[in-house]
């Protein structure tokens, strides 16, 4: 399962993000596809107020409000990064359209969606598998709740089955920006 965005719409974005709920691959994947492009791979992690940390820490689902400012800081890294580097990579939940709508606003240009998807199950097992810093298992649930899935009809997004493995989700990404490598090798 795979369903390529329309090249038109791809065609002028710098910037790739992966989404998708907590333990899907975003990181993981985010990282491989940057290794291949040589790309800075920026994880929306990290740009975390500290509030929202100790919120999720204490098995507490983020609101809109509490995402709003995180979604700000990390596309403002993104389009910096992109402007450094030509290009750039990040990893990010970006679970609702109106956050992704954000995003794409807040960064100032179009923006490639790689949403790793996945049913409860599969991610479940996962996660219980993993160690994370903050989030816990039980928070998996608000997580799908608020999920709305991305279109590819409506939205710039390339849709990867989480069941793949990373080097083949990346490849299939990479392939769906070859357009970023020919812009950095113009460079
Ligand atoms: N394609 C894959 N196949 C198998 N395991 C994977 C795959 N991608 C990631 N994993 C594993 O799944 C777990 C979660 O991955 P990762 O931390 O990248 O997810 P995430 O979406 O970034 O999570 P979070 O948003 O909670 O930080 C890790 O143990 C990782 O090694
Ligand atoms: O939108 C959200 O609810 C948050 O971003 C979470 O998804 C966490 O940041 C992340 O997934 C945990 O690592």
């Excluded at 954000?102 to 219980?128: C, H, N, Q, T």
């Excluded at 039980?138 to 608020?146: K, V």
């Excluded at 939205?155 to 070859?178: F, I, M, S, Y």
Aim: hydrophobic share 40%.
């Amino acid at each position: 399962m795979s369903t390529a965005p329309s090249p038109r719409r791809s065609e002028a974005a710098r910037l790739i993000i992966v989404m998708g709920v907590s333990s899907s691959g975003k990181s993981t994947t985010g990282k491989a596809i940057a290794r291949r492009l040589h790309l800075p791979f920026l994880d929306g992690d990290g740009y975390h107020p500290p509030e929202n940390v100790e919120k999720m820490r204490a098995g507490t689902p983020l609101t809109d409000a509490d995402r709003w400012p995180w979604l700000e800081r990390l596309a403002q890294a993104l389009h910096e990064a992109a402007g450094q580097k030509g290009a750039a990579v990040g990893a990010c939940s970006a679970l609702r359209k109106s956050y992704r709508d954000y995003l794409v606003e807040k960064a100032g240009e179009p923006i490639l969606f790689v949403y790793l998807k996945g049913d409860r199950s599969v991610i479940a097992e996962r996660m219980a598998r993993r160690q994370h810093e903050y989030m816990p298992q039980s928070l998996l649930e608000s997580q799908f709740a608020t999920l709305e899935e991305p279109d590819p009809a409506i939205e710039n997004v390339l849709v990867l089955d989480v069941r793949e493995p990373v080097e083949t989700l990346a490849t299939r990404a990479v392939k769906a920006v070859d357009h970023l490598r020919s812009f950095k090798r113009g460079q």
